[in-house]
């Protein structure tokens, strides 16, 4: 078996853990066999001196097909 490892980042208003999700679900869209992932980075924009957005850089891995 071997996989293949992407980094995609998802983002939200709502939090790092929707912005890890977003991540996940909008890759799926395109890449098959999911195995796992791993959130690699954590960022975020300030916008009017408060949080404006949250960034997760995440770490995908999926089976490559033989």
Known sequence: MVQKVIDVVGISTQGFAKA?????????KTVRDLKWFRV?????????????EYHATVRIYFDVEE
């Open 20 to 28: 890890a999700e977003n991540a996940v679900t909008t890759a799926a």
């Open 40 to 52: 690699a980075e954590l960022e975020g924009s300030i916008k009017n001196q408060k949080v404006g």
